[in-house]
């Protein structure tokens, strides 16, 4: 068994902790953060010095080393004692540098504690917008405050930003709007590990933030260019689910595609919102699917929007 399997199946079993039941569009973001609260935080050694935390929120990348830990992404502030706890496993090195994938609260409510350790905050520059201001979620129902500003990152960038640390080279690439405005993907290159934040949903059907750039159409060009940067070597960390590779990458590609096309003739043949759901675009795929937080029916309605 190769790694990217090996890492899969390990964190395949802790999955379904990993995130709240299926929730209406009112009560998401309290249903994240009581599934946050009451996680168990499981920790999956990667390549070289990289791990990855699973259970609050988004997956949570470890770099280790004498200069200090790097992370990706923060989890939900709640869960601070749970990934202390598990940070403190992997090695006694300070937090230095946390980078943020997108703004999303599931990815960024720990800026906060994880800055007051001592954390850098780095991310694109439309995490920064969003984060500093109050910011309308349409499809989640939910407006979110401005944050901190020790919760805001202090190293943004436009394109694309490189960095070295714990002799490693880290290279942060942005998507163009995608799941949102602001999704970047960080490639450990040494180690060949990608992540890819909330491009990829391994296993479960993904949330689109069209309130803040996102689209079907982006992600889909977004799962797209996932597939093309990575090898069968490559290990990738998606933003929620288990860890994965090229083939996992193609499966959620090939999903997205599938729906895309099913709901835009549903749609050009004159059919509503409701109508649409009804007739279940997304049945062959709801099994593996649509079991968790985003609901074929909800799913549905977000590439609806799009076509």
Avoid: C
């Amino acid at each position: 068994m190769n790694e990217v399997e090996l890492s899969s199946r390990s964190a395949g079993a802790a999955r379904k902790a990993s995130y709240p039941p299926q929730a209406t569009r009112d009560d998401i973001v309290p249903a994240m953060l009581k599934a946050a609260a009451n996680a168990r935080i499981t920790t999956h050694p990667l390549r070289r010095n990289l791990s990855v935390l699973e259970g609050s929120g988004g997956n949570i990348a470890v770099l280790t080393g004498p200069q200090g830990k790097l992370l990706v992404d923060a989890g939900f502030g709640v869960s601070r004692p749970a990934v202390s706890n598990a940070l403190a496993s992997l090695s006694a090195d300070p937090i230095r540098h946390l980078i943020n994938t997108h703004w999303h609260i599931d990815h960024t409510d720990g800026n906060a504690w994880l800055h007051s350790t001592g954390a850098a905050i780095i991310a694109h520059e439309n995490t920064r917008k969003h984060l500093s201001a109050a910011t309308r979620v349409e499809g989640w129902r939910y407006t979110f405050p401005a944050v901190p500003a020790g919760a805001l990152p202090v190293t943004t960038f436009a394109a694309g930003h490189e960095m070295r640390w714990n002799d490693t080279r880290i290279l942060l690439t942005y998507y163009g709007p995608s799941h949102t405005d602001s999704d970047i993907s960080v490639h450990f290159t040494e180690a060949d590990v990608l992540l890819v934040g909330d491009t990829w949903w391994n296993g479960v059907y993904p949330f689109i933030d069209y309130s803040t750039g996102g689209s079907i159409d982006g992600a889909i060009r977004a799962a797209e260019a996932n597939v093309e940067a990575v090898t069968g070597d490559t290990i990738v960390v998606p933003g929620h689910g288990p860890v994965g590779g090229r083939s996992g990458l193609i499966e959620f590609r090939d999903m997205l595609v599938a729906i895309r096309e099913n709901v835009a003739v549903l749609k050009g043949e004159g059919r509503s919102l409701e109508d649409t759901i009804a007739a279940k675009p997304t049945a062959a795929f709801d099994a593996k699917w649509g079991q968790f937080l985003i609901t074929p029916a909800m799913f549905t309605a977000l590439v609806y929007a799009g076509v």
